[in-house]
T-cell receptor, first 112, second 112 residues
Framework: GENVEQHPSTLSVQEGDSAVIKCTYS??????FPWYKQELGKGPQLIID?????GEKKDQRIAVTLNKTAKHFSLHITETQPEDSAVYFC???????????FGDGTTLTVKP | EPEVTQTPSHQVTQMGQEVILRCVPI?????FYWYRQILGQKVEFLVS????????KSEIFDDQFSVERPDGSNFTLKIRSTKLEDSAMYFC??????????FGPGTRLLVL
């Protein structure tokens, strides 16, 4: 099955700094890569995704980069704000069945 | 903006009892999923459902679990005889394709 590794497990930054979270995956057939943000007591919310036909996608302060050869993709958050504090999960869907394998999560803390 | 809803938000039950967790997916979605998240751990896939049948299920989804789409709007997860280790957050998700998944707010299940 798919093996997804996410690093780091915790990340603490000062407000205004950038944050980068990386995920590696094992199945080279994967071609869709979402990132989810989970706030305390809530469900994961899709914040950005990328398909394998592009190398980077940006949405305001967040961006995702993909390196298919190396089988990793990263979430970049610039100009971090306290409300960015949450747990972030990468996921790799199995497109044959829709099953998603999640990374272990990264707890991001943005200090004001 | 349409969203996935789940009821109840919290459920406390005695070991051995049956529970039914309910979900209303986004109306034009065709793919439905259940995931669970034990406190402090990552999100784990349970089952995917498409075209009125299970597409894939994980090892967690044993004979004690079942899913049903009883009408055009609801999607339920039944646990026949709950165990202590079933205590977790249960998330329903839906999508219009096999890739993009939108999660509900979750049901917190506590088995005593």
């Amino acid at each position: 099955g798919e093996n997804v590794e996410q690093h780091p497990s915790t990340l603490s930054v000062q407000e205004g700094d950038s944050a980068v979270i990386k995920c590696t995956y094992s199945d080279s057939a994967s071609n869709y890569f979402p990132w989810y943000k989970q706030e305390l007591g809530k469900g994961p919310q899709l914040i950005i995704d990328i398909r394998s036909n592009v190398g980077e996608k940006k949405d305001q302060r967040i961006a995702v980069t993909l390196n298919k050869t190396a089988k990793h993709f990263s979430l970049h958050i610039t100009e971090t704000q306290p409300e960015d504090s949450a747990v972030y999960f990468c996921a790799v869907p199995n497109t044959n069945a829709g099953k998603s394998t999640f990374g272990d999560g990264t707890t991001l803390t943005v200090k004001p | 903006e349409p969203e996935v809803t789940q009821t109840p938000s919290h459920q406390v039950t005695q070991m051995g009892q049956e529970v039914i967790l309910r979900c209303v997916p986004i109306s034009n979605h065709l793919y439905f999923y259940w995931y669970r998240q034990i406190l402090g751990q990552k999100v784990e896939f349970l089952v995917s459902f498409y075209n009125n049948e299970i597409s894939e299920k994980s090892e967690i989804f044993d004979d004690q679990f079942s899913v049903e789409r009883p009408d055009g709007s609801n999607f339920t997860l039944k646990i026949r005889s709950t165990k202590l280790e079933d205590s977790a957050m249960y998330f329903c998700a839906s999508g219009f394709s096999e890739e993009t998944q939108y999660f509900g707010p979750g049901t917190r299940l506590l088995v005593l």
